[in-house]
């Protein structure tokens, strides 16, 4: 996509141009043309409400009143939303370029108004085509190929282009999300190995699954057990500061289909099952990003990367395995086989990575979507410092984080009669037993445990969400990490 800025009287001809009202101040001082539809009541501001009109003559084809809501309840995320709707309402028109007009706000400084439309226009600018056939031919996606801001100054433009390659980093995650379980694993590695070749700040390396045997790395060969694929763990790192010794290690959930395991998932519970693998996704999205950005941090991805299939070698229910940090588990469930391969991946990096915090992400329990569900995270820390960055991350970026307890007594449910744990503790706190087993795995290191399941993959398009993946948490941790870049 090409971004441009531009004067009002100097802007070039498009297809759309976007105006945008705040509600109870819709007046058509700058377009005189406007004014019988203003007057008619029919467009008044509403956050999301749109309306075409066609102009006689002028730069565009035709102009777009974006409602923005009421000024005084504006944020950033009223911003996102508003111009998501306009972004839809292009693509259903098929326009390719666009001039937009960014509106003023004592709330909100031009800057952020300009971010935040800008944000919610790329995230929006999304289409998922590769797996379509006849049907793409017969009705092609057309997304906007180019944007001029009107009105924005030239120094703009690096927030403008720093958005967009955060909004890459989205993309990637969907991209690997929406494909095909088959192919997950190889583009994940794929992925991780072709960025490292790229860039001179990041090294990637890659234990297949001799190397997983020999690091005794018993839990995620007891889960890809039933698999024809094999694992392996992935280790892509960015170290954007060298001089510092602050290393932030996020770990990613791989699991590129869950089945269940033999404790087989029934009915539609497999249908959105090749999204289990966005933990890992998102790690390594989140490391590609920063890298792309060149925040002066050191971050590191880990992804333990498994099919949890089904077959006669499958790992059994009552069956106990070893973890790589000698921990042994009884396995009660193997559709809990996300806690097992982050278990392995957890203690491995607290061990060997010299970590000043560790952060997973995982599509781990269902309790979670009970508890939260689709558009709320919830997570999982005794660090107050590092949950207090993550909701002010969590605000900024309008993606939805709950911090939910560690309650210790609930250990007892994870205990063993013949092993040190079980790998399922019952449904009741699901998501808090998921948290407690993980807890075992990382040690005295400073950890967050972040239960994405409910927003990573969605079922139908919401403002600038895309259906199906919708790389949540790459923002997210963006923010995350330049708060700790500026400690
Ligand atoms: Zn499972």
């Given amino acids: ?52 009109f066609y102009p006689e003559n002028g730069s565009e084809t035709r102009l777009l009143l974006l409602g923005l809501g009421k000024e005084e309840k504006g944020s950033l995320e009223s911003i996102r939303r508003a111009y998501a709707a306009a972004s839809r309402a292009a693509q259903a028109k098929k326009v390719r370029s666009a001039n937009i007009l960014v509106p003023t706000s004592a709330k909100l400084s031009h800057e952020q108004l300009l971010i935040a439309a800008a944000e919610s226009l790329f995230l929006t600018n999304y289409s998922f085509s590769k797996l379509k056939g006849d049907s793409l031919k017969d009705n092609p996606p057309v997304l906007l190929e180019q944007i001029t801001w009107i009105d924005v ?172 940090n000698g921990k042994t588990v009884e396995i009660t469930n193997t559709d809990a086989e996300g806690r097992l391969v982050l278990g392995d991946a957890l203690s491995y990096a607290a061990k060997n990575l010299a970590p000043s915090c560790l952060i997973d992400f995982a599509t781990l329990t269902g309790a979670i979507v009970v508890a939260l569900g689709e558009e709320v995270s919830g997570f999982f820390t005794d660090d107050e410092n590092l949950s207090k960055d993550l909701m002010k991350a969590s605000k900024q970026t309008g993606e939805l984080m709950w911090r939910m307890p560690i309650h210790p007594d609930y250990k007892d449910a994870m205990k063993s009669e013949i092993a040190d744990l079980v790998n399922s503790g019952g449904r009741d706190a699901g998501s808090i037993k998921g948290a407690l087993f993980l807890q075992e795995f990382v040690g005295k290191t400073p950890w967050v445990h972040i239960d994405f399941a409910g927003p990573t993959y969605v079922s139908k398009p919401k403002h600038y969400n895309t259906a199906k993946g919708t790389g949540f948490g790459v923002r997210l941790m963006i923010d995350f990490l330049e708060r700790r870049e500026r400690h």
């Avoid at 690997?176 to 990637?204: I, P, Y």
């Avoid at 045997?213 to 892509?236: F, H, T």
């Avoid at 699991?255 to 289990?276: A, E, H, Q, R, W």
């Fill in 153 to 324: 100054e030239k120094s703009s433009l690096n927030h403008l282009e720093r958005a967009k390659k955060i909004v890459d980093g989205v993309f990637f995650v969907r991209n690997l999300v929406n494909d095909n379980a088959d192919d997950k694993t190889a583009a994940l590695k794929e992925a991780a190995s072709h960025f490292a070749q790229n860039h001179s700040h990041v090294t990637t390396e890659i234990f297949d699954k001799k190397r997983l045997e020999q690091e005794k790395m018993g839990l995620i060969l007891a889960v890809n057990r039933g698999s024809k694929q094999e694992p392996c763990l992935i280790i892509s790192s960015y170290k954007g500061n060298p001089a510092s010794k602050e290393h932030i290690v996020l770990v990613g959930k791989g699991i590129t289909y869950d089945t269940g395991g033999l404790n087989l998932k029934v009915g539609d519970g497999m249908l959105t099952m090749k999204s289990d693998m966005a933990g890992a996704a998102t790690v390594l999205g989140t490391v590609q990003t920063a890298a792309s950005l060149g925040l002066k941090i050191n971050v590191t991805a880990v992804a333990p990367v498994t099919e949890n299939g089904i077959d006669g070698t499958s790992y059994k229910p009552g069956d106990v395995y070893r973890a790589y």
């Fill in 1 to 52: 996509m090409k971004i441009s800025v531009a004067s009002f009287g100097e802007r070039p001809k498009a297809d759309l141009l976007i105006v945008p009202f705040w509600e109870g101040h819709v007046d058509a001082h700058r377009f005189p043309m406007l004014q019988p539809l203003v007057s008619s009541g029919d467009f008044k501001g509403k956050q999301g409400e749109t309306a075409f």
